[in-house]
Every structure is written in structure tokens, then in C-alpha cells.
């Protein structure tokens, strides 16, 4: 009897890390992306949750329109959805507070916009674009007044097969695409989102300036980079004259500095480089991003446009932790189709937690 029991604890015991090591494998971290095709987007960050975007045709002439349609990682997740209709030209009156979605002339019923400028769309209606958007079908929202806004299935379903193969639904009862008949035990968890502790940085000291003038300085840090990345910190193009950008020098601790210059210039985007510096020498500079556009209290961060008319963007923050500047952001506003100027939507690759 007691060697019973034993064998029941050990298959317990064994049960147990078993489950443990499965559960850990479900749920490793994985990089997140970005994928888009013909007038969809697809953005899916580290914690597995997925965002896709479609917009109006990019062939016609159709009134700026979006939906952004979200998936969290894990089994039993449902498909939620928002509406947003473009805002940037006022000649076409005042936005409706109501809309009717119709599939192929069918209708759905109203989506309701009240005074807000993104309305959330019923599950019904969501489920009815998931059918719609996989097939040729025609999709509109028409206000009272009979403006229509007409959103375009082309790209869908490659971006759909894209979402459900990063979370794992392929073959299983509630994929997208490509469903069969495997349960969703499989699938891939929720990770929790990293979490970051910001540290607090330094006051500035009187002698740090000083330091933005070392050519020794200057040196170790075109060492780290090239000209393509860096132009202007070895002379700049030839629309510069050739003078090289200053350094600015910023206290981190005790004795570490953070290094900043012009690195290149483009059409409507420009970068600064980022340094992480010993004060004294060697000062070993250790290169955070040549993508920058501010710093502030221990935050880097890059906001640069995707055009110039500024509808959408890509943004990056990096946040010091005490030791090294650590990406704690990434994403992207959706495709240029002018919805919205500074971007429609908030598509995320990277996300953590950050503690201060």
C-alpha cells in the first residue's frame, strides 16, 4: 500500500512539471510584427495580442474610413472591433453620430458614434465582417444624408491568415481562416507585458558641458557608426557645408552621460543619435538609436513620419533603467490613407510595463 501511494505522489509530481513545462512553453515570449497587404495592416506585439486595420480602397476615391479589429492571445478570445471615419477635410459636412453598416446590400443595423470620434461595432457586426471581409463582398456604412464609406476587403484575408498564424488558431474551431476541427487548448497564452523600472536620473553638474567639446569624445563615437547613419556627425551632406553637428551632453549618474547630435536629415524626418558614455575615459560609448527625436527625463524617444502629410507614424521609446536605455515602446499608426493626421490608430509591437 505504501508502495502505492509513492507511485501515485511520483506521477502526481511528474504530472505536475509536466503541465509546468508546457505552460511555459505556451507562453515564451515571442518578438512582435508588422505585416500589411494591399489596404490592410497587421501589427502583433510581444504579449500576443494582434491589431488589424483596413482602410478604404487605395485605388478609388472613397471618403477616408478605418476598422480596427483586435484579438488577445489564448483560447476563447473573441474579435473586437472600432470604427473611425476620416477627419482631415471639413467641405464634407459634419461627421455623422450614426451610421448603417451594410454586407452586400444587407443590413447590420446602426453603428453609433455619439459625440466620439471611434465607435465600438456590436458583436454581430463584427462577426458579420469577419464572413464578409474573406470573400468578395461589399461592405459600407451610409449615413442619413447618403454619404457612404466603403470599406475595402483586399488584403484581409492574407493579413487574418497572417493573425492566426502568429497565435496559433490555424486549424482550430475559431481561426479566422483556415478552421477545422482541433479545440484551442493549443494555442499560444498571453504573455504578461516586461516589466521596466525607470530609474531617476541626475542633475546636471557646471563641468558637464565641457565634455560636448572632447574631440577624444567625438572620435569614440563616429567609431560606432558610419556615414550612412550618421552623416552629419562626419561633416553632414554637401548641403551642410560640411560643418559637423555639435554634441549635447546629458548627466545619467554618477559617471554616466548620455551623448546626443544631429545624425541625418531626410525629406520631412530627421534623427539625433543617442550614446550612452563612461565620463571619464575610455568613455566606450554604447550606441541606443540614431533614430531619435527627444529626450526627457530618462526617456529617448523617435517619432518619425511615414509621409509628410503626417497621417502616419512610427514611434520608440527607450527608458533608463539605472544601467542601459531599454526599448519599452514600439508602434506604428496604420497605413497613410488619411483618416487621421498624427495616424488613426495605436498599433503596438513592443509594449511593457514601466515603473517609476
Known sequence: MEEVTKLNKLIGFAYFWL????????????????????????????????????????EGDGRPVSVLLVRKAGPHQAVTGELTLGNTETEDGEMPTSLVLR?????????????????????????GLLSALVRKSQVEWSADDGRRWMLSGKGAAAVFLKMDEFQERLGTEMALLRKGARGEESVSLPV?????????VRSAQE???????????????????????????????????????????QRLTR????VSTNCWLAAYNGGLGYWVINER????????????????????????????????????????????????????????????????????????????
Open 19 to 58: 503541465v509546468t513545462a508546457l505552460f511555459s512553453v505556451s507562453a515564451a515570449p515571442r518578438p512582435g510584427f508588422e505585416f500589411s497587404h494591399h489596404d490592410w495592416i497587421l501589427a502583433c506585439d510581444n504579449t500576443g495580442t494582434c491589431r488589424a486595420a483596413g482602410y478604404q480602397s487605395e
Open 103 to 127: 454586407i452586400d446590400g444587407r443590413s447590420l443595423g446602426r453603428t453609433n458614434f455619439g459625440r466620439a470620434e471611434v465607435a465600438n461595432l456590436p458583436r454581430h457586426q463584427v462577426d
Open 192 to 200: 504578461p507585458a516586461p516589466v521596466v523600472r525607470a530609474a531617476k
Open 207 to 249: 563641468m558637464d558641458r565641457e565634455l560636448a567639446g572632447s574631440e577624444e569624445l567625438r572620435e569614440s563615437i563616429r567609431a560606432t557608426v558610419d556615414q550612412e547613419t550618421c552623416a552629419q556627425l562626419f561633416g553632414g551632406y554637401e548641403r551642410s557645408q560640411s560643418v559637423q553637428s555639435e554634441l549635447s551632453v
Open 255 to 258: 559617471d554616466k552621460m548620455l
Open 281 to 356: 575615459p575610455p568613455h566606450s560609448p554604447v550606441l541606443v538609436t540614431t533614430n531619435g527625436t527627444d529626450y526627457d527625463d530618462g526617456v529617448i524617444s523617435s517619432a518619425q513620419k511615414g509621409r509628410g502629410l503626417g497621417d502616419c507614424w512610427s514611434h520608440e521609446d527607450w527608458t533608463w533603467d539605472g544601467q542601459q536605455f531599454v526599448e519599452t515602446s514600439a508602434y506604428g499608426t496604420g497605413l497613410c490613407r488619411m483618416v487621421a493626421l498624427g495616424g488613426a490608430w495605436v498599433m503596438p509591437t513592443l509594449v511593457t510595463e514601466v515603473l517609476r
